[in-house]
């Protein structure tokens, strides 16, 4: 083998070196670009899920869905896991859109005083169990966008709403809703009793659900107190 020859090869195989190298470098380079795009959609994920948890928990604490319905796969659990606001029914749930120009009120038929009393109790077991003070305007206004003034999302636990953050943290780490059914159960059981014992006196019965913030309030106080004398006739007949 001559040279020239000699010096062919040495071309060939630098070119073929060459043609390699650029092969493997161009391979690294997919490969970390791929793994840099699954470890992008992994954090965006995670992020999704933990916007889907949040709600979840906020749901959870204000009585609008139980553990057993945080399924992402779940049609109620999926609901759920967004912005709904406060005075949408259950039946309105899975059609429902938000829509910012859209008026949703409150069914008067369900809650005649214009609140869920659900939340309004809890509100009162919360305040007898910590003695922290959440009123049910605050909750209405926390509930009444699903954005911040900067555009982002509302979420409770973003720094910007530190009452309703305790709220739902006390709720949803302590797994309060059967506390809470107990002691809706305590108040429906002394508002039974009291009708039972002045129906006599023309004391109307109605279901816990129709009864004003001010009866409510009572029935607290006399759960709380043994010796608070109850009277929800004087409070029915001023129009409470």
Do not use: C
Not at 21 to 29: D, K, L, N, T
Not at 34 to 42: D, F, G, K, N, W
Not at 140 to 165: A, M, Q, V, W
Request: hydrophobic share 35%.
């Amino acid at each position: 083998m001559n040279r020239l020859q000699k010096k062919y090869f040495v071309i060939i195989g630098l070119i073929i070196l060459s043609i390699g190298a650029v092969s493997i470098f161009i391979g690294v380079r997919v490969h970390e670009q791929r793994q840099e795009e699954a470890r992008l959609e992994a954090i965006r994920q995670a992020e999704e899920q933990e916007i889907i948890d949040t709600y979840h928990r906020l749901h959870y604490a204000f009585g609008f869905l139980i553990e057993e319905q945080m399924r992402p796969n779940d049609e109620l659990g999926e609901v759920h896991g967004r912005y709904r606001p406060l005075r949408v029914e259950a039946y309105l749930l899975f059609d429902f859109e938000y829509d910012p120009d859209l008026e949703i009120e409150i069914d008067l038929e369900r809650f005649p005083h214009g609140i869920d009393i659900g939340i309004y109790i809890a509100l009162r077991l919360y305040y007898k169990s910590t003695g922290n003070y959440l009123s049910y305007g605050l909750v209405e206004d926390y509930f009444s966008t699903k954005f911040e003034p900067d555009g982002s999302l509302r979420l409770y636990n973003n720094g910007n709403h530190p009452e309703i953050e305790d709220f739902v943290t006390w709720m949803w780490e302590g797994r309060r809703r059967q506390e809470f059914l107990s002691y809706r159960e305590s108040l429906e059981r002394i508002h039974r009793d009291y009708f039972f014992k002045h129906r006599d006196q023309g004391f109307i019965n109605q279901m816990i659900s129709h009864l004003s913030p001010q009866m409510i309030d009572a029935l607290v106080r006399a759960e709380a107190d043994p010796n608070y004398i109850l009277d929800l006739t004087s409070l029915q007949q001023a129009g409470y």
